[in-house]
T-cell receptor, first 114, second 109 residues
Framework: ETGVTQTPRHLVMGMTNKKSLKCEQH?????MYWYKQSAKKPLELMFV???????ENNSVPSRFSPECPNSSHLFLHLHTLQPEDSALYLC?????????????FGPGTRLLVL | GQNIDQPTEMTATEGAIVQINCTYQ??????LFWYQQHAGEAPTFLSY??LDGLEEKGRFSSFLSRSKGYSYLLLKELQMKDSASYLC??????????WGAGTKLIIKP
């Protein structure tokens, strides 16, 4: 039990669909992150929120749209994705934004874009 | 550019010892993390090193040499449940986490 949950765990969508990924952390943390994990590649940081404010957007295409309504919840809205967007999307949280802070990860959403 | 190198895959025998190496070239250094990730599961924190030397935590130990840009994770008395990917990540001078691609460890009976 990591304290970070993600839904759905698996998602298959067409390129014209719109879907959302949800992340919730029960650890009382202030920073939340979205990562993309592709096979045999390093984790790619996508977005960072600190105290509900987006602090980083690492050149992510606009077809990915994050939303952080409060410090406990984080969403990733998806629309008109491409097959190369198929990957494991991981959410993480940490007490603060400093990268020396240990990050706690959710189990991820396995996304397949057809 | 910034780079983290780890072996892609390693195989070891149950009960044995294995050392997973990580070398890094980053703009500055503010610490190094090791995470464990079982297939289909979340990465989980194993260790954080910021000073040179060996830190032991049960069957797992992590070593850091900042002058050599090198770390290793040492796993002793291997168990089948240790089969997982091990991720190395370095905090650079801008306090950004730079991740390695991970080492898949296969444990054989």
């Amino acid at each position: 039990e990591t304290g970070v949950t993600q839904t759905p765990r698996h998602l298959v969508m067409g390129m014209t669909n719109k879907k959302s990924l949800k992340c919730e952390q029960h650890l009382g943390h202030n920073a939340m992150y979205w990562y993309k994990q592709s096979a045999k590649k390093p984790l790619e940081l996508m977005f960072v929120y600190n105290f509900k404010e987006q602090t980083e957007n690492n050149s992510v295409p606009s077809r990915f749209s994050p939303e952080c309504p409060n410090s406990s919840h984080l969403f990733l809205h998806l629309h008109t994705l491409q097959p190369e967007d198929s990957a494991l999307y991981l959410c993480a949280s940490s007490q603060g934004r400093g990268d020396q802070e240990t990050q706690y990860f959710g189990p991820g959403t396995r996304l397949l874009v057809l | 550019g910034q780079n983290i190198d780890q072996p892609t895959e390693m195989t070891a025998t149950e009960g044995a010892i294995v050392q997973i190496n990580c070398t890094y070239q980053t703009s500055g250094f503010n610490g190094l993390f090791w995470y464990q990730q079982h297939a289909g599961e979340a990465p989980t924190f194993l260790s954080y090193n910021v000073l040179d030397g060996l830190e032991e935590k049960g069957r797992f130990s992590s070593f850091l040499s900042r002058s050599k840009g090198y770390s290793y994770l040492l796993l002793k008395e291997l168990q089948m449940k240790d089969s997982a990917s091990y991720l190395c990540a370095v905090v650079d001078s801008n306090y950004q986490l730079i991740w390695g691609a991970g080492t898949k460890l296969i444990i054989k009976p």
